[in-house]
């Protein structure tokens, strides 16, 4: 297992995080998985045998459910909690009436407490905002999360789900103002979902953030389970819960290309869509997240995974975004000025 700085810290993790969206059941959660507490004490168990030290969660996952088994798990297996770095979130709402969810000191301000105790620590390692909220100034955010670093109740901050110019704006008022800046961005990115690529891996480069892979497998299409036509074992996830949106039949074409290379190395094609993702030098960590061992010691194999100049090319090519505007202008423009 590899580690990484998260941003432009000195905050060493994992190159693959175990995500907890399958954790408990509850609610619209049911369709992501229903993973009961034993499973979630093997599962943490086995990835941090397997050198994965960090831990991503949320406050809306199966309604807090998933934050408190995660925080039993850590209590059952007493593990020392300076070897963890444990991220989770904050946006989505959690209770009824008007400020029960959002960005604002109020909601922020109650939810950290409740993470904490359903967490059973004292303190959060990176605490994101799990998407943008336009009725709350960023500045308001921004301030509340600084307080929260200052306090020693969370130690870095991050963000999920924003558009480049939200991480500019946000990251902008934090330096000028000297609080606390975002230090990761937690985004979707797969090689059949490359959008990223054209706003957000530019800032995140500029700004020196780290990124936390979410769906690195496309909400289960590259898990080697489907065919063209949308059939797949009974239960499995895309059936039912048709997400992240994604075009399919692009997304096959590089399915085309992946099952015989998957073949030749011996290896899943998930394994291989993983391993793509750990290539991409833009990477910080992929959240892998898994409702049993089987699923779970099966994507810990991705980073013994390796390709050869030839088939990372032909992925590229496969994969690879239609140019927009203004790329294509950058593109046509930029050669004499672009960095050798």
């Known amino acids: 297992m590899k ?3 998260l941003g432009n810290t000195g905050l060493k993790v994992s190159e693959l995080c175990l995500g907890t969206m399958t954790f408990g059941g509850k609610g619209i959660w049911t369709n992501i998985g229903i993973v009961e507490q034993n499973m979630v004490d093997s599962l943490i168990g086995k990835s941090l045998e397997a050198g994965i ?3 991503d969660t949320a406050n809306v996952y199966s309604e807090g459910l998933s934050e408190e088994m995660t925080g039993k798990a850590l209590r ?3 593990l020392k909690r300076d070897d963890l770095v444990i991220a989770t979130k904050v946006r989505g709402r959690m209770s009824e009436g008007p ?6 000191r109020k909601h922020i301000m109650h939810e950290v407490e409740a993470s904490l105790k359903r967490l059973q620590l004292d303190y ?3 605490y994101q905002i799990h998407g943008y909220d336009e009725l709350t100034p960023i500045e308001e955010t921004i301030d509340t999360l600084d307080h929260l670093v200052r306090s020693g109740k969370v130690r870095y901050i991050g963000c999920s789900n924003l558009a480049a110019w939200h991480i500019m704006k946000a990251n902008s008022f934090a330096q000028y103002n000297r609080r606390s800046k975002f230090v990761s961005l937690q985004a979707h ?3 059949a979902s490359r959008d990223l690529e054209r706003e957000l ?3 995140l480069k500029d700004l020196q953030m780290g990124l936390m892979v979410w769906s690195p497998l496309a909400g289960g299409l590259l898990s080697g389970k489907y065919n063209r036509k949308m059939e797949a074992a009974q239960g499995s996830r895309r059936i039912n819960f048709d997400f992240p949106p994604i075009n399919k039949e692009r997304a096959f074409d590089i399915i085309d290309v992946l099952e015989p290379m998957a073949k030749e190395k011996n290896v899943s094609v998930a394994q291989l869509s993983l391993a793509w993702l750990l290539h991409q030098s833009v990477v910080t960590t992929v959240i892998i997240g898994a409702k049993d061992n089987i699923q779970l010691e099966d994507n810990l194999k991705s980073i013994d995974v390796t390709f050869s100049p030839d088939e990372l090319k032909k992925l590229d090519e496969v994969s690879k975004l239609p140019s927009e505007y203004p790329q294509w202008m950058f593109e046509r423009q930029g050669a004499d000025r672009r960095k050798q």
């Open 3 to 5: 580690y990484n700085l």
């Open 53 to 55: 030290n960090f831990i």
């Open 76 to 78: 059952n297996l007493n």
């Open 99 to 104: 400020n029960g969810s959002g960005l604002t």
């Open 124 to 126: 959060i390692d990176l």
């Open 189 to 191: 990115y797969a090689v």
């Open 201 to 203: 891996v530019p800032v």
